[in-house]
């Protein structure tokens, strides 16, 4: 069944086209990634398909009934509204009426005629369920306070409450313009779970491959101004687009030799009389066509000069540093050697900025010691986007660092130069920085950071809003560093390919040095968390207890035990669950009693739900 379709979409800027007739579908349930290089206008397409903007020619239609979500790059917080009225201000009635209990229950005095009648309208739209739902969905974004004001939230709260608010709503088809931008790694894992779960149609812009490889089974990818489709998920879309750009070149090639013979022709034909002479004319503009195609690719080319680093890099003795009485780094020691290639991870909030800002100078620290070493120099890649005076252009940006830029192999070019080998052709270095995509600025924040010729690189979250070239080259520098790097990055790839060791953030400023990378970290996690099963065996022969751990897993005596109290525990459960809603509908209790009553449910709900879980682990070895 269709949901979406696109029809000869056209769009440009300042007479610079984006993209010109694309035209494509999504079907239920498919699940569709848009790629192409900074600037190329995926941000505008999807704004157009969720009718945030007008397209120049072409036309989107929706399925009729289809509900729609959307998540945009930059979300509008405009409005002074707390997190609750943004997130449950939808036209859903389930919607309106959580929000009204949650609000209840959490005032201190509040109407029990007005609680009970909405108590009974939570449980005649069934809302218990739903309702708990929703608080797994805001807890895993990191969203707890609903009081809070949304245009008095940080850039990443804000994206996080409009993505929550976006998958709350349930919708059929959603819309996500870099979901996991200001996420940390165990919510974009959550995320990517819960998505692939889901049965609704999904486009989004997302440069995280793996989470492209996990959740997508379709690639659209804008090149050239021109939509290109695979049917299958990021892998799939590399081989594709690699077997395509060589039959590109093909045919290139093969135009190229034939116009040679077609102009030769045309020069020697005098002005065409017959239809076979003008249809050769045609046939030969078209050739034109095809042997102008540009089929090179921007290349980002770094190769900045290195300083040399001394024997000392960078040691820390006993560092500790708190904000409001809440420890972020306690009692933490590490010294650097050469080449120490380290990523940090943790949740957000529990201190890795904190730590780079301690580390380089920029807070003061509580105790201990920072020595750098006096080769060592910083260069460091902050998370928070550059500000830069309205009407600066981008020359004067690179300029204000160096005129001149050594390179690798001792040549020296000027500011201009080296913008060209980062994709800043001349007429974008006139251009102001404000008129630059997302990705752009981020790509010139790196550059100034890059043209410095630090030794020790620390990078903050260096991948967000880059395109997936970008991000490839990016890597490849990297890999060829002859310095120190300490990354911070949401984007598990990017770890994996760049890190030899990890320093895990946990709560109450507590660091461990783990030896890996941060796939290795994961399957530890998953190790510890799978807990051993107690088989028991009865006496046999070694051939028939060969043969046991040879045939199929069943289920042991004990497990079988569980099994069975499992089903009688959750027929339990529900059955006083039933009995509690009907005291909520009678409405007989207290105040007190209405609200204990509602939050039991609750209780049970989340109960239930987790030995479900187990149940149906159990049931698979039936």
């Not at 939808?90 to 919607?95: D, G, I, K, N, T």
């Not at 608080?135 to 707890?144: E, N």
């Amino acid at each position: 069944m269709n949901y979406l379709s696109v029809e000869q979409l056209s769009k440009s800027y300042n007479e610079q086209p984006l993209f010109l007739s694309i035209t494509f579908g999504i079907s239920q349930g498919q699940k569709v990634a848009l790629v192409g290089k900074n600037g190329c206008g995926k941000s505008t397409l999807l704004k157009i398909i969720a009718g945030a903007e007008a397209p120049d020619a072409g036309k989107t239609i929706f399925r009729k009934g289809i509900k729609l979500g959307y998540l945009a790059q930059n979300p509008d917080f405009s409005s002074h509204l707390t997190i609750r009225d943004y997130i449950f201000n939808r036209e859903s009635e389930v919607l309106t009426t959580i929000a009204a209990y949650e609000e209840l229950i959490e005032s201190e005095a509040p109407d029990e005629d007005k609680l009970h009648e909405v108590l009974h309208q939570m449980d005649m739209l069934s809302a218990w369920d739903f309702e708990s739902k929703i608080k797994q969905i805001l807890g895993k974004l990191g969203i707890h306070d609903l009081g809070l004001y949304t245009d008095e939230l940080s850039g990443g709260q804000k994206k996080r409450v409009a993505l929550a608010a976006a998958l709350v709503g349930k919708p059929d088809f959603l819309i996500l313009d870099e979901p996991t931008n200001h996420l940390d790694i165990q919510a974009i894992e959550w995320l990517e779970n819960y998505l692939t779960a889901q049965t609704m149609s999904l486009l989004l812009v997302t440069h995280d491959r793996y989470f492209l490889e996990g959740v997508t089974n379709e690639i659209i990818e804008i090149d050239n101004e021109t939509a290109y489709t695979y049917n299958g998920n990021y892998s799939y879309y590399l081989e594709k687009k690699s077997e395509r750009q060589a039959q590109e070149a093909s045919e290139v090639s093969k135009a190229k030799n034939l116009l040679v013979k077609e102009l030769d022709w045309l020069r020697r034909m005098p002005k065409a009389r017959g239809t076979k002479a003008k249809f050769r004319i045609d046939a030969a503009h078209k050739l034109m066509d095809v042997a102008a195609k540009d089929l090179s690719e921007d290349s980002l080319t770094l190769r900045i000069q290195t300083r040399r680093q001394g024997n000392k890099v960078l040691e820390i003795h006993h560092l500790s540093k708190s904000y409001e009485g809440v420890k972020f780094v306690d009692d933490f020691s590490y010294a650097f050697k050469k080449r120490d290639r380290l990523g940090i991870v943790g949740k957000n909030g529990v201190g890795k900025t904190t730590f780079l800002n301690a580390i380089t100078g920029q807070i003061p620290i509580d105790s201990g010691e920072v020595s750098a070493g006096e080769t060592t120099e910083f260069g460091y890649y902050r998370q928070q986007e550059a500000y830069w005076a309205p009407g600066t252009r981008v020359i004067d940006v690179v300029k204000e660092v160096a005129e001149m830029v050594k390179l690798s192999d001792g040549s020296v070019v000027t500011a201009s130069q080296f913008l060209n080998h980062f994709m800043f052709p001349h007429a974008v270095q006139m251009t102001p920085v404000e008129k630059l995509s997302g990705g752009e600025k981020r790509r010139l924040q790196l550059m100034r950071v890059l043209i410095k010729a630090p030794n020790f690189l620390i990078l903050d979250e260096p991948t967000n809003d880059l395109d997936i070239m970008t991000m490839n080259v990016l890597e490849d520098f990297l890999m060829n560093f002859e310095g120190n790097i300490i990354v911070v990055s949401h984007d598990r790839y990017f770890m994996d390919k760049l890190t030899e060791h990890l320093f895990v953030f946990e709560d109450y400023g507590k660091i461990t040095d783990f030896p890996g990378n941060y796939s290795d970290y994961r399957n530890s996690l998953d190790q510890k968390e799978k807990k051993p099963l107690k088989v028991i065996v009865p006496e046999k022969t070694k051939q028939e207890a060969s043969l046991k751990t040879e045939s199929k897993r069943r289920l042991t005596f004990n497990e079988k035990k569980e099994y069975e109290m499992l089903e009688k525990t959750i027929t339990s459960l529900e059955l006083e669950k039933n009995q509690l809603l009907e005291k909520l509908n009678h409405g007989t209790g207290s105040h007190q009693d209405l609200t204990n009553w509602a939050k039991e449910i609750e209780d049970i709900t989340a109960k239930v739900d987790s030995l479900e879980i187990r149940w149906l682990e159990l049931s698979e070895f039936l």
